[in-house]
């Protein structure tokens, strides 16, 4: 029977995404691997790979529609023999699906949270109802000597395809995970005033509306989501940067002709993941029942683009180089501008850096990025006049707030980690021991 291609999920938080741009056509034969279409999600433009074979019967989603949901038809693949004329009614898409360019209603889940949309299991073979697989899936399982009684589906609507054949033992039964508990209920967030009211207060001045883009909704969400759901507390601490730059300064004419420009922002990442190698239990992430320690320091740190942000993770940061540091920085922040990071490059990560000591600002609050567990605001490095015994002199200091989740992270913890960046920014030259 034919088969529905569904939207994909090309993240573990997408629930809607547009699609971009068709590379294959009705009438066209694809197999298992082929490009399909390029998906823009909030964050990047990835490809979509067939995982069945057969001809592209019809398209049911127009390139350039915007807003599609998770799970949705968007093309239905014919198997050999079949004909446009066997496409079910229920292949149609919906009256309310998306339409070109017309953006969709904002999500109603934050990004983080588990997704619900699933598509339904196949029907149980052990009543006697038909296997939904196909033709390369059962003719792999008849070279393979597989039951396909015994395989479970990962396909459309839990088809067998290819991969679930290939990855099958001969005579094994998947295994039948728990059935998950509910979620407990969350209370509803207090609601604003609706945009009609909002607008009806501006109707009689100039206005220009900005319609939300993907990535604008997700951080609305994500943010949002933050302020009412993180016990947020903030610490504050400030750091003589003299002898950072003047080892920088040593550094950097060191490397020049390898072409590496270490910038401060590169001690501050390495500052920021040694230190959570020193107070591991800060090393952290809210589980929503359990705290998730990590081993690693993996570093997020934010990048401003067009539009929003990004917050590529810097992995193992406590083991590379400020060389290594620097090169790896450039390059997601320079792919992150032009939306070409892949989820695993952004997603993670225990901790987040936001520098807007470039821009001047000499102090700020950040929110913080859920699951972290804290995030370092960065200020601008000021000449100011400091105490030190019975004199007064003029260093070079910069300002940094962490912004701590308490469910996490308890104050003196808090206060701990950012000690240990303090100190090693103070004496950059153990960053290199």
Request: proline fraction near 6%.
């Amino acid at each position: 029977m034919p088969t529905e291609i569904l939207m994909p999920a090309l993240s573990p938080t997408m629930e809607e995404g547009t699609l971009a741009k068709w590379l294959v056509k009705e009438g066209d034969e694809v197999k298992s691997g082929d490009i399909l279409a390029e998906i823009e999600t909030d964050k990047a433009t990835m490809e979509f790979e067939a995982v069945d074979e057969g001809k592209v019967g019809k398209i049911l989603i127009e390139e350039g529609s915007s807003g599609v949901k998770v799970n949705t038809p968007i093309a239905v693949l014919l198997e050999e023999g079949e004909s446009a004329d066997d496409i079910a009614e229920t292949s149609k898409p919906a009256a309310d699906a998306p339409k070109k360019d017309v953006p969709a209603e904002a999500p109603k889940e934050v990004e983080g949270q588990a997704q619900a949309a699933k598509a339904p299991p196949a029907p149980s073979s052990d009543k006697g109802d038909r296997i939904f697989a196909s033709p390369l899936a059962r003719r792999i399982a008849a070279e393979k000597g597989l039951d396909l009684a015994s395989i479970e589906g990962s396909g459309p609507r839990g088809r067998i395809v290819k991969a679930d054949v290939e990855n099958a033992k001969p005579g094994a039964a998947p295994a039948k995970a728990d059935a998950p508990k509910p979620a407990p209920a969350a209370a509803e967030a207090p609601k604003g005033a609706s945009a009609e009211t909002i607008a009806k207060i501006y109707a009689d001045r100039e206005t220009e509306e900005v319609t939300l883009d993907g990535m604008r909704r997700t951080i609305a969400a994500r943010l949002g989501e933050a302020k009412q759901t993180i016990p947020h507390f903030y610490l504050r601490r400030s750091a003589k940067l003299d002898e950072l730059m003047t080892f920088r300064a040593t550094l950097n004419k060191q490397l020049e002709a390898r072409g590496v420009k270490l910038s401060v922002n590169d001690f501050i990442i390495k500052a920021c993941a040694l230190a959570l190698q020193q107070v591991p239990d800060a090393n952290a992430v809210w589980a929503g029942d359990r705290i998730i320690k990590l081993k690693p320091s993996d570093v997020a740190v934010a990048v401003a683009v067009e539009g929003g942000l990004f917050t590529p993770v810097l992995k193992d940061a406590e083991i590379k180089t400020l060389s290594k540091l620097s090169a790896e920085m450039k390059d997601l922040a320079n792919r992150a501008k032009t939306k070409k990071l892949a989820p695993h490059e952004y997603q993670g990560g225990s901790f987040a850096i936001s520098n807007l000591g470039m821009f001047g600002i000499e102090n700020f609050d950040a929110v913080i990025n859920p699951p972290h567990g804290a995030i370092l605001a960065v200020g601008a490095g000021i000449k100011t006049p400091v105490v030190e015994g019975d004199e007064v002199v003029i260093r070079n200091v910069m300002s940094m707030t962490l912004s701590v989740d308490h469910r996490v992270i308890d104050g003196a913890l808090g206060a701990q980690l950012l000690e240990a960046i303090v100190a090693h920014l103070e004496n950059p030259m153990g960053m290199l021991a």
